[in-house]
């Protein structure tokens, strides 16, 4: 199990086993980005190969560099799972109107080989 809360600076990440889902949100510039996504990669390492199926959910505002490096690693592990032959895919939520969000979302999804969904929120909308 992960659970981690956000702060002002990073983001939420939490797994749901009964969706097989694992959901990070908010914001992601933390002081140490490598220190923060620690947790997640070592969880990843233990708990991913026993996982025939996951859903990885996404709405980062704003991510720093160095976030945008640990997404990639985190998106390469997933894409390497999927590639034994787990049901892998992710939905990528960004803000409406926030061009940046989509276009990095896009660059995200290009370097992939697992279903790749990009949804747009609009302004007030929940995040489901």
């Not at 220190?35 to 233990?46: H, N, S, V």
């Not at 859903?55 to 976030?67: C, G, P, Q």
């Not at 969000?101 to 896009?106: M, R, S």
Request: glycine share 4%; with cysteine.
């Amino acid at each position: 199990m992960i659970a981690i809360e956000a702060t002002k600076s990073s983001p939420r990440i939490v797994w749901d086993e009964e969706t097989n889902t694992l959901e990070i949100s908010g914001e992601s510039y933390p002081e140490n980005s490598f220190e923060f996504f620690a947790p997640l990669f070592e969880w990843l390492q233990e708990q991913l190969p026993r996982l025939p199926r996951l859903v990885f959910r996404v709405h980062i505002r704003y991510m720093n560099s160095s976030s945008t490096k640990c997404m990639l690693d985190i998106l390469d592990i997933l894409t390497e799972r999927a590639a034994e032959g787990a049901d892998i895919s992710v939905r990528w939520y960004y803000d409406a109107g926030n061009e940046r969000a989509l276009d990095l979302a896009e660059e995200f999804r290009e370097d992939l080989e697992i279903p790749f969904e990009i949804l747009p929120l609009e302004p007030g909308a929940p995040y489901t």
